[in-house]
């Protein structure tokens, strides 16, 4: 089956811009959303289409796809973004859908 | 503004049936253009989806549960269901429903919203 990978964490300064990647197998061909999941939360989606955003995410969230790797883009990352990120596609062939392992994002 | 409520047994013997509910408020489980979705999370671990029943009534399962779990729809009530047969202690989890919203014709899903959760055990 498809297989996601995606950086067990990744860390960034308040203000810095953090990038959450999501590797698989010509994934430019899939159309890739991501999820926010704060402790003890449910999900969010914060990225769909792999670059538009629902209503209510700001701006500072953004996606883009291409070739094997699909990146989740967080400009001016602020305190409150610290989570776990999820990628998800389609797998047509074996007719799933797929998360990645997640990502932790630290906010230092 | 749709929202989704799991509910039912939060410990479950193993070999023995989960069984799950998901109401749908603010939203008619009716309309068309959507799926319902289920996804679970083992503790400390990442998100696992176990499938979805589409507005026509088809349904899609995870290959590695599919011959242990049914998805259905009960529209009288706004609501749908998820059955697990046979559970272990690996069934242990955070299980979430949630909206998919379909895009045709390529039919594939993004989830939004999710309901908040809620833990089933498989223990004797």
């Known amino acids: 089956s498809y297989v996601l990978t995606q950086p067990p964490s990744v860390s960034v300064a308040p203000g810095q811009t953090a990038r959450i990647t999501c590797g698989g197998n010509?994934?430019?061909?899939?159309?890739v959303h991501w999820y926010q999941q704060k402790p003890g939360q449910a999900p969010v989606l914060v990225v769909y289409d792999d670059s538009d955003r629902p209503s209510g995410i700001p701006e500072r969230f953004s996606g883009s796809n291409s070739g094997n790797t699909a990146t989740l883009t967080i400009s001016r990352v602020e305190a409150g973004d610290e989570a776990d990120y999820y990628c998800q596609v389609w797998d047509s062939s074996s007719d799933q859908e797929v998360f990645g392992g997640g990502t932790k994002l630290t906010v230092l | 503004q749709l929202q989704l409520q799991e509910s039912g047994s939060g410990l479950v013997k193993p070999s023995q049936t989960l069984s799950l509910t998901c109401a749908v408020s603010?939203?008619?489980?009716?309309?068309?253009?959507?799926?319902w979705s289920w996804i679970r999370q083992p503790p400390g671990k990442g998100l696992e989806w176990i499938g979805y029943i589409y507005h026509s009534g088809s349904t899609y399962y995870n290959p590695s549960l599919k011959s242990r779990v049914t998805i259905s729809v009960d529209r009288s009530k706004n609501q749908f269901s998820l059955k697990l047969s046979s559970v272990t202690a690996a069934d242990t989890a955070v299980y979430y429903c949630?909206?998919?919203?379909?895009?045709?014709?390529?039919?594939?899903?993004?989830?939004?919203?999710w309901g908040q959760g809620t833990l089933v055990t498989v223990s004797s």
């Open positions: 603010g939203g008619s489980i009716s309309s068309g253009g959507y799926s």
């Open positions: 010509n994934i430019g061909s899939k159309s």
């Open positions: 949630a909206r998919g919203i379909v895009v045709v014709p390529a039919a594939y899903n993004w989830f939004d919203p």
